[in-house]
Structures are given as C-alpha cells and as structure tokens.
C-alpha cells in the first residue's frame, strides 16, 4: 500500500473511548485549519476544517478546537472506533485554494 | 462517484531512467496539488498549478523535477533522471477555487533502485 511507515507519535486508545489528537501550527496569519485522516495504503481524507474567526466546530463523532492564544489546534473523536485507527495529519492555509501546509501527523491505535 | 486517480498506483525502477506519474483531477477542480510523503519529511508541498498555470514549484528539485498540465483533465510530475533519493509516496490532489479542502489521489509508490 502507499503507507510510508512514519516515525510518529502513537496515541493508543480503548474502543469505546474519546480520543484526543493534539495539533501546533506555526503561522498565525493562517485562515483555514483542516484535519485529514491517511489510513494505510490510502491518501489523505479530509475530516473537518475550521475558520481562524472561530474556536470550534463539531461535525459526526468529530469536534475541532482551535485556540489562537496558543496556536493550538485538536482533534477529539468521540466513542473511537477500530476504524478510527489512522494517520491524523492537522493543515493550514493562509486563504481558500491555496496550497495546505501539513504538520507531521500522529498514529492513532484502537485497541478492540 | 468523483475521485482524483493516479497512475501508476507503483512504480519500480533503476537510477537513470525516467518516470512519469499521471493525475486526472476531478472534473470542475481548477487547482491541483502534487505532495510527496516520505519518512522523514511527511507531506511536502511539490507544485501547484491554478486552471493550469504553474503558481509554485519551489519544492521541486528543478534540475530532474518537471510538472505540467497539458489539459485540465491531466496533469504530469516527471523525474529524469531517478535517484534513490527520490523513493517516497507521491499524491496529487485537487480543489475548486475559494474552497479549503483538497481531495487526494490514492498514492504512487516509487521505488527507485
């Protein structure tokens, strides 16, 4: 498959539980803040995104918050399931179609 | 339904020789992205092109790296010649203008050797 087997930070959670991934971005005049999902073999599925004038936004068993104080971005996944396990990249942009910059990623284990 | 498709999904090939890996975005997108996923650089940004103009290929090595967008139903990343180095996962994606989200492609897998 087209997994690259990065070296990532693991986050391991029980089936069932929340999950929370947790994001730094680096450029204060970005606009738009995106989680993307990459599951093995796959490329990269866009979750949820977020509008720098806002602070959070829930869609289907996701919630994205965005603390511009810290420029902090997560991810929290609620009731995780086995198919939740992924790769879960957080991106920025500075204005709509413009090119998204990807922070590294973190690994997300559900244990059944 | 639509979906951005690469070709070829893997792709073998020694030092010296060219590649050429293809992308149809999905029919309405005018912005393309070419990204390359490796170990130890994640996703890094290739080129992008708008209604098929070049906007920013500074990520690419411009001396073996060319991209282009003969129409807007394909666009081209071509290494000539390979290295090694050049082993990673490449994505292209696509999106519409003002919108936030890019839609990936499924990978190439180049292997060179």
């Known amino acids: 498959g087209e997994s690259v087997g990065l070296h990532l930070p693991t986050l391991s959670v029980q089936e069932g539980d929340n999950s929370i991934i947790n994001c730094a971005y680096s450029n204060s005049a970005s606009d738009y803040f995106i989680w993307y999902k990459q599951e093995s073999g796959k490329g990269p599925q866009f979750i949820i995104d977020i509008r720098s004038n806002m602070d959070k936004r829930q869609g289907q068993r996701v919630t994205v918050l965005l603390n511009k104080t810290v420029k902090h971005l997560s991810l929290q996944i609620a009731a995780t399931q086995p198919g939740d396990s992924a790769v879960y990249f957080c991106a920025e942009n500075l204005k709509g179609n413009t090119p998204l910059v990807f922070g590294k990623g973190t690994r997300l284990s559900v244990i059944a | 339904d639509a979906r951005v498709t690469q070709t070829p999904r893997h792709k073998v090939t020694e030092m010296g020789q060219e590649v050429t890996m293809r992308c149809q975005p999905i029919l309405g997108h005018n912005t393309v992205f070419w990204y390359r996923q490796t170990m130890m650089q994640g996703l890094e940004l290739l080129a992008y092109f708008r209604n098929r103009a070049p906007l920013d290929d500074s990520g690419m090595p411009k001396d073996r790296f060319s991209a282009e967008m003969p129409d807007a139903t394909l666009a081209t990343l071509k290494i000539q010649p390979s290295e090694p180095r050049d082993s990673a996962v490449y994505f292209c994606?696509?999106?519409?203008?003002?919108?936030?989200?890019?839609?990936f492609g499924q990978g190439t897998r180049l292997t060179v050797v």
């Open positions: 994606a696509s999106g519409r203008l003002g919108g936030t989200e890019a839609f």
